[in-house]
């Protein structure tokens, strides 16, 4: 079954860290770019972060520069997001998806919530 | 920065036809994506590179684009197509990758 599967969620206080994680099975992991899409809910989807195939490129959106960083493990098949300084607006469920071509998205995961709350 | 602007909010009664767009400066020159989504379910895309339907996805969903101007049109409207629907818009040659605010769509 192909999927992908976000772990790692949580409760965390203001300018605490956490790690998520996303797993990939059955298909070709190391041949996608992969994403972090978030979703809240005053402000929608809103896309966090990229990495490239071989994991040589990523970047993130404007207002996790310096906080969040991504990474991959195409030997286990995994994807993570490093957020550091987590904010009340990081907020969100946290979705890892698969990247097609033109950009679109046709795999997601089912999400992992995070909660920044004091 | 990149602005993708949708309407929040639309109805539409059974049997007729929905057409939800997505405005942004020159947003014809670039890639459009369509998803649809359920409360308590993950995203799902319905329409890619504005008028690529995935498999799955009924004859009813298609869209197109103009120059500022992308829309999805769901004909023969019915309670299962009641969603909130977001535009997805591509520019990798500026690595921008941006989704509208989202519409919820009612079926009275």
């Known amino acids: 079954h192909v999927q992908l599967v976000e772990s790692g969620g949580g409760v965390v206080q203001p300018g605490a860290s956490l790690r998520l994680s996303c797993g990939g099975s059955t298909f070709d992991f190391h041949n996608h770019g992969l994403n972090w899409v978030r979703q809240t809910p005053g402000k929608g989807l809103e896309w966090v972060a990229y990495?490239?195939?071989?994991?040589?490129?990523?970047f993130v959106t404007d207002s996790v520069k310096g906080r969040f960083t991504v990474f991959r493990d195409n030997f286990k098949s995994t994807m993570s997001l490093q957020m550091n300084s987590l904010r009340p607006e990081d907020t969100a469920v946290y979705y890892c998806?698969?990247?097609?071509?033109?950009?679109?998205?046709?795999?997601w995961g089912r999400g992992t919530l995070v909660t920044v709350s004091s | 920065s990149y602005v993708v602007t949708q309407t929040p909010h639309m109805s539409v009664a059974p049997g007729k036809t929905a057409g939800i767009t997505c405005e942004g400066d020159n947003i014809g020159d670039k890639n459009v994506h369509w998803y649809q989504l359920r409360p308590g379910q993950p995203p799902t895309v319905v329409m890619y590179n504005a008028n690529d339907r995935p498999s799955g996805i009924p004859e009813r969903f298609s869209a197109s684009k103009s120059a500022n101007t992308a829309t999805l049109t769901i004909s023969g409207v019915d309670d299962g197509d009641e969603a909130d629907y977001y535009c997805q818009v591509v520019d990798l040659d500026n690595d921008q990758r941006l989704f509208g605010g989202g519409t919820k769509l009612t079926v009275l």
């Open positions: 990495i490239s195939e071989d994991g040589t490129y990523d």
């Open positions: 998806t698969r990247n097609r071509a033109g950009g679109s998205y046709d795999l």
